[in-house]
């Protein structure tokens, strides 16, 4: 520690040059902790609901359909309690910008999600109306709906007997609230009645997406998978049945593998980094030459200097890397709110900053070793007559 | 008084390339402690590679160096370094201060090789910042102060770990007549006042005369010795 003013006067020997490159590692680690943040919650489990529930889907692909009548029998396998059933619907409201997540779901589907909540009189008058929709908060509020409006979606995939194109028109009869901020992903979904969806669907009829299944003891999930999924065994509807996450994280990875994503782009920045703040801190190790032989002079053995400069480098990522995370963990709540939960971050992840940190102290090392290494084999007596 | 340093058979060669060039020649020399010595001699003489050797920067290619009757021809890099800051206090040309650095900063960049409290080598730098007459300075970076007060710092940072040896490579060569002259008379003061013995390599015949004794290098070989 005493040396600390040594290291810091070094390294802002040059503020300029010091500062454009702390800079660069601040953008490199807020660029860092923004990713891994959105890689560690789209690969996060969900809920401590969620943890009951398995999801049922073709074998073969989510889009795969299953028959409806298939619900009666996972029901009655032992230690499931509930069965719901839903099919993709893929809305789009007035612009194609505005992607619509919607389901056609059964009556019994938003019982399998206690974390949601809909007023009583609200879920009566869904069950009511045939064309009745009900709504996350976070998607009326976007959009400006209200219990009782009509509102028209384009399907981008199934085309409406009723309209003779691809619209469909839906009666808003609820509004539903996510209990839990972990949740409030769930607040931008659209669901409808799966038996509009079945008779106004041109597509044929009889058929689910997937199910989901409520178990009695989220122990023994794994044994009534395997019950579930050898009901069609050898069927020409194969299922695979698995736990919620596990089904989140497979259906993520259809649309993009997050986590190489994440690390190709992380892997070209830090790379770039390591070559920046290696040339800063060659450079600021050669044009220090003679001050570092005075060092050796009056004592300093070859491994205080050494160490000095390494230090040096480890200061500046770690200096850079803590305002970096520092600042996403500042900024991260609010591009939450602003996604309207479709972000479920909830804050910097610690497994974030003790990567962040793992980084900021490798990268240190690694660029501050060569310099360090020319530091210490610094022959006094040249380096003095500035050979 | 006894000798504090004795050369024997000395000699030092340099390897530039595949050329090998023989800059001492089998140099005796011997300096009593509390000795002022002024080394004199042209360019390429040798001087400054004597004074290297004296104060342990560079290993001898033959004979032996004793300083205080520690053979550190001898000694490994670490153990010449400790060697260096018990025994030894630099002062250079061009001062060689850390210009981050304050000059009460610049002064105990020494004593941080030591065991002493941060409060302890806070209050023996002003001691030494006073006996080079800066204490009011203490505070000031080198690009804040003038040549000659810079080093007059650089020897406060020379002396403040209180090494028997001061080196002093040029020590007036960058400066007017006036302040050289400061700084020669402080040097001569840390001498006769403090006993220090002082080896200083100079070009200038005015700054030889504050020394006790001048030796003449010419072609790597001691040529004449001069009494004051």
Not at chain 2, 83 to 90: D, E, L, T
Request: aromatic residues 6%; glycine residues 10%.
């Amino acid at each position: 520690m005493k040396y600390l003013h040594l290291i810091w006067a070094g390294l802002f020997r040059r503020k300029s040059r010091t500062l454009l490159t702390l800079v660069s590692i601040v953008a490199a680690f807020v660029l860092f902790g923004l990713l891994d943040s959105v890689s560690i919650a789209f690969s996060a489990g969900n809920s401590v609901e969620g943890a009951g529930r398995l999801i049922v889907t073709s074998r073969m692909s989510m889009q795969q359909a299953l028959p409806e009548s298939l619900g009666a029998r996972i029901k009655a396998v032992p230690g499931v309690t509930d069965v719901a059933s839903a099919n993709w619907f893929g809305g789009v409201y007035q612009d194609a910008r505005n992607q619509v997540i919607s389901f056609a779901v059964s009556p019994s589907y938003i019982d399998l999600y206690p974390e949601l909540t809909l007023p009583a009189d609200q879920r009566k008058a869904w069950m009511a109306t045939r064309t009745g929709a009900i709504v996350g908060a976070a998607l009326a509020k976007k959009f400006g709906w209200k219990v009782g409006d009509k509102i028209p979606l384009q399907s981008t995939i199934f085309p409406s007997k009723a309209s003779g194109g691809q619209t469909w028109t839906f009666d808003i009869a609820g509004i539903f609230h996510a209990k839990d901020p972990k949740a409030a992903g769930r607040e931008q979904m659209l669901m409808f009645h799966w038996k509009y969806f079945d008779e106004n669907n041109a597509f044929g009829s009889g058929t689910v997406h997937w199910y989901v299944v409520k178990v009695a003891d989220p122990a023994h999930a794994d044994a009534v998978a395997n019950a579930i999924d050898t009901l069609s065994a050898n069927s020409d509807h194969e299922t695979k049945t698995q736990t919620e996450q596990a089904f989140q994280a497979s259906f993520i990875k259809q649309m993009a593998n997050v986590g190489l994503i994440v690390a190709s782009i992380m892997g070209a920045v830090f790379f770039t980094l390591l070559l920046l703040t290696g040339n800063t801190m060659m450079q600021a190790v050669r044009e220090r030459t003679s001050e570092l032989a005075v060092f050796k002079t009056i004592g300093f053995s070859s491994r205080s200097v050494l160490w000095m400069v390494l230090a040096e480098s480890v200061l500046l990522l770690v200096l850079g890397g803590s305002i970096g995370l520092g600042v996403v963990a500042l900024v991260i709540p609010g591009m939450a709110a602003a996604s309207g939960g479709m972000l479920p971050i909830h804050g910097l992840d610690p497994r974030t900053w003790g990567l962040g940190v793992a980084l900021m102290l490798i990268i240190g090392v690694v660029v501050g070793l060569l310099p360090a290494l020319r530091a210490m084999r610094l022959n006094i007596v040249d380096a003095l007559s500035g050979r | 008084m006894g000798t504090l340093i004795d050369i024997k058979g000395l000699s030092k060669v340099y390897e530039r390339g595949k050329q090998k060039v023989e800059v001492l020649h089998h140099i005796d020399l011997e300096i009593a402690e509390g000795d002022f010595l002024a080394l004199m001699g042209p360019s390429g003489s040798g001087k400054t590679t004597l004074l290297n050797l004296i104060g342990g920067l560079d290993s001898p290619s033959g004979g032996s160096i004793s300083v205080g009757g520690q053979q550190i021809g001898r000694l490994g890099g670490s153990a010449l370094a400790k060697w260096r800051a018990a025994n030894v206090g630099f002062i250079f040309q061009f001062y060689n201060l850390m210009p981050m650095l304050s000059a009460q900063k610049n002064v105990e960049l020494p004593l941080l090789l030591t065991k002493l409290s941060a409060a302890q080598r806070k209050r023996n730098a002003a001691i030494a910042l006073k006996l080079v007459g800066l204490e009011e300075r203490a505070s000031h970076r080198p690009a804040e102060l003038s040549g000659g007060q810079q080093q007059r710092v650089a020897i406060a940072r020379a002396i403040v770990s209180d090494p028997t040896l001061l080196v002093c490579d040029e020590p007036t060569g960058d400066l007017d007549r006036q302040s050289a002259e400061d700084v020669l008379l402080l040097l001569q003061r840390l001498n006769r006042e403090h006993g220090k013995t002082i080896v200083m390599v100079t070009h200038d015949p005015k700054a030889a005369e504050y020394a006790s004794h001048t030796l003449h290098l010419d072609k790597g070989s001691l040529v004449e010795q001069v009494t004051a």
